[in-house]
């Protein structure tokens, strides 16, 4: 253990701190007016915060978690991510805080030249409502409808869509069609297969995150998956789905299914520069952690208490 300075390099060493620290001077500044080689300074402030004489705290003033979302870059290798504090487990109290950060970040990275995928989702729809402005960006669909109108694609398009200023690429069949042969029909459509067209311009795709186990996901509810369909894809695996993409616990995908899917493919996906995942709470952690498995993220927005499972699992 190294010795602690005395009272006389104490001071020294807080001198020299204050100079640096509050007053902004340089090594090079303190040196010249101190005597001392700029070495010598740059050691006396290494040492003022080895010693503790100096305590570097760095804080969010907006409610971002700052430690838990470097931790969540470094463990999982994410270009984004960004993690905030939610004074409750509730779904809907996750959602909106979710969504209005999730839009937070998309003001500051998008530009007029990115193209904008998105899927569908509650917390998606609360991205959507608060946002107030974006660059003038493409905007694309990702998949079919699934769930209430209220937090289909359709309506979280209409919203962003009409914020940027844009003309939405959209998609108007379901997620989960009955057999493959109908799916083949409703991609020959015009508007639909201009859409698909659009998968591999987007840079920039935001999605949320649905759960098979524990049951949290409208995929999954969909009646055009029968109980044969949901058992055989729930023995095969699935614990998570990405747009329609299923996946396991071990981030391998199940493709079982992806001819009756009307949605961006997991090798589109995997096209996409910039990838962003927006999911928390209890119910959705185990399918985030399989979807971070997968490695088709490279941005996750969520809770504290969802990232502290994340590093502790």
């Not at 104490?10 to 101190?34: D, F, G, P, S």
């Not at 300074?41 to 004489?53: K, Q, Y």
């Not at 055989?232 to 329609?244: M, P, Q, T």
Request: a neutral charge; hydrophobic letters at 40%; charged letters at 25%.
């Amino acid at each position: 253990m190294a010795q602690a300075p005395g009272p006389g390099k104490q001071v020294q060493i807080a001198h020299i701190a204050t100079q640096h620290y509050l007053q902004n001077k340089t090594r090079i500044e303190i040196a010249n007016e101190t005597g001392l080689s700029r070495f010598k300074v740059g050691r006396l402030l290494d040492e003022a915060v080895s010693s503790g004489i100096v305590k570097i705290h760095i804080a969010s003033p907006s409610g971002v978690r700052l430690d838990l979302s470097v931790q969540l870059r470094e463990r999982f290798g994410l270009e984004h991510a960004v993690v905030v504090d939610v004074p409750s487990d509730a779904d809907e109290v996750i959602q909106a805080k979710l969504g209005s950060t999730a839009g937070d970040l998309l003001r500051e990275i998008l530009t007029d030249e990115d193209v904008l995928g998105l899927t569908s989702g509650r917390t998606l729809n609360a991205m959507a409502r608060s946002l107030s402005e974006l660059p003038k960006c493409g905007v694309v669909q990702l998949a079919g409808v699934a769930g209430p109108i209220q937090e289909t694609g359709l309506e979280i398009m209409r919203r962003v869509s009409a914020i940027a200023g844009v003309r939405p690429w959209t998609i108007y069949s379901p997620l989960v069609v009955s057999d493959a042969q109908a799916a083949v029909g409703i991609r020959r459509q015009p508007d639909t297969r201009q859409t698909f067209e659009q998968f591999n311009k987007v840079t920039v795709a935001v999605g949320s995150i649905g759960s098979w186990k524990p049951e949290n996901s409208q995929m999954i509810k969909n009646r055009a998956l029968d109980p044969s369909d949901r058992e055989k894809l729930l023995e095969r695996g699935v614990v998570a789905e990405f747009g329609a993409t299923l996946i396991t616990d071990t981030g391998s995908v199940v493709h079982d299914i992806d001819d009756r899917c009307i949605a961006i493919s997991e090798e589109q996906w995997r096209a996409i520069p910039t990838v962003i995942a927006v999911a928390g709470g209890p119910t959705k952690t185990r399918a985030i952690r399989a979807v971070l498995a997968s490695g088709l993220l490279k941005g996750l927005v969520t809770d504290a208490a969802t990232a502290e499972r994340l590093l502790g699992g």
